[in-house]
Each structure stands twice: as structure tokens, then as C-alpha cells.
């Protein structure tokens, strides 16, 4: 995924591809998570069993991402996958916040 041009905003909001997302911007938060309940099956599987059911209820998937532009620029413009992008927002210093999203 390749991150949005900082110089566009001052926070910066995009799907897990890097595409700018449309939607009002979280507030100040400097990383913010945007994330849906998942609605998948999810199973527990032991070898080839399933051994269980996993609790949707307290599961989300990321659907996207808003950054202050400080901390896009300290990412250097690399390319990188969704979780290295949570991982290296962490190494920051940054705790992220999550916002329930309408986003896809």
C-alpha cells in the first residue's frame, strides 16, 4: 500500500490499498484506526478440526486509516502493508484510537 501525499491534509484518511477515503476525518487523534465488525464465520481449528467458534462479538476488521500528516511524513513515504503500517505507527510512539466506520 502506498501511503497518501502528506501535503494534501492535515490528516490524511485511506482504505487499507492507500486510496483516499472520502469520509470527515476522526478527531485530533494523531492515529486512528477505522474499523467495521466482522461478520465472517470465524472458527478455532486444532490440526484439520474445527474446534471451536471465535467470538465475533469482539473481533473488527481494519477498513482504514486516518494520520496527522506529521506522522505520514515521519513514515517516509515507503510503501509498506497494513500491519506494517499499525506496527511502524507504534514504533512512533503513537497509540491508535479506533473509529467505528460506514466506510467498506
Same mark, same amino acid.
Given at each position: 500500500?502506498?501511503?497518501?501525499?502528506?501535503?494534501?491534509?492535515?490528516?490524511?484518511?485511506?482504505?487499507?490499498?492507500?486510496?483516499?477515503?472520502?469520509?470527515?476525518?476522526?478527531?485530533?487523534?494523531? %492515529?486512528?484506526?477505522?474499523?467495521?465488525?466482522?461478520?465472517?464465520? *470465524?472458527?478455532? =481449528?486444532?490440526?484439520? &478440526? @474445527?474446534? +471451536?467458534?471465535?467470538?465475533?462479538?469482539?473481533?473488527?476488521?481494519?477498513?482504514?486509516?486516518?494520520?496527522?500528516?506529521?506522522?505520514?511524513?515521519?513514515?517516509?513515504?515507503?510503501?509498506? %502493508?497494513?500491519?506494517?503500517?499499525?506496527?511502524?505507527?507504534?514504533? *512512533?510512539?503513537? =497509540?491508535?484510537?479506533? &473509529? @467505528?466506520? +460506514?466506510?467498506?
Amino acid at each position: 500500500m502506498r501511503l497518501p501525499d502528506p501535503l494534501a491534509d492535515d490528516i490524511l484518511v485511506f482504505d487499507t490499498d492507500g486510496a483516499t477515503l472520502h469520509i470527515d476525518p476522526p478527531p485530533d487523534a494523531p %492515529a486512528t484506526l477505522l474499523v467495521v465488525p466482522v461478520t465472517d464465520a *470465524l472458527k478455532i =481449528v486444532s490440526g484439520d &478440526r @474445527v474446534a +471451536g467458534s471465535f467470538d465475533r462479538g469482539r473481533a473488527w476488521t481494519v477498513v482504514g486509516f486516518a494520520l496527522r500528516r506529521e506522522v505520514v511524513e515521519r513514515l517516509g513515504g515507503k510503501e509498506m %502493508a497494513p500491519q506494517a503500517l499499525i506496527e511502524k505507527v507504534k514504533e *512512533l510512539g503513537h =497509540v491508535w484510537q479506533t &473509529r @467505528v466506520s +460506514g466506510a467498506p
